[in-house]
């Protein structure tokens, strides 16, 4: 699985813009999770959000101009754009330590890659971003024969990882 060095994204408007270095030491395999607890699927309009943890020292903010916050319990905040709606990501401000990137937000050339002549993508950082392999969170919430199916492989959380990952035969 390739991994990039460096991404950049923003929002649908480009109010917001950043810019990821990744560590050396970035944790690849925690990084990716997906979450569908409901206040996650209001945020992002999707049934899953996908999300990938960073450091907040490997983010570098190129631009914040229509950046917002909502706290959306005690400690946690979403970031979003609010001039276009976009999704950001997600803190825990008791952590402080990371965020939750939206990968949906992270510019199409490290998700899809370079097309070939057909217009098909040739791949990129895609599954190193979003590996379904990782973690999966309030599976309870799953919808049978829609989001299921996603959340098969990796580690699955029939809530948070405060709870621990579910047993082979709990799924």
Known sequence: ???PE????????????????F???????????TCQCTQCRKMCGGLIYNLHIIQ??????????TYAE???????FRAFCKNCGSSIGWMDRSV????????????EEFLVGDRDREDKPLGAYGVALANPKSHHYYIRNEIQGV???VSRQGTRFWRASK????KENEL
């Open 163 to 166: 709870e621990g990952a579910m």
């Open 56 to 65: 907040n020292s490997e983010i570098t903010w190129l631009s914040k101009a």
């Open 1 to 3: 699985m390739q991994k």
């Open 96 to 107: 402080g330590k990371e965020i939750e990137l939206a990968v949906g937000t992270i510019d």
């Open 147 to 149: 989001t299921d199916t």
């Open 70 to 76: 909502y706290n959306s319990s005690a400690q946690n």
């Open 23 to 33: 560590s050396p030491n970035h944790d690849w395999e925690r990084g990716p999770l």
């Open 6 to 21: 460096t991404i950049t994204g923003g929002c649908n408007c480009e109010g917001v813009r950043y810019r990821v270095d």
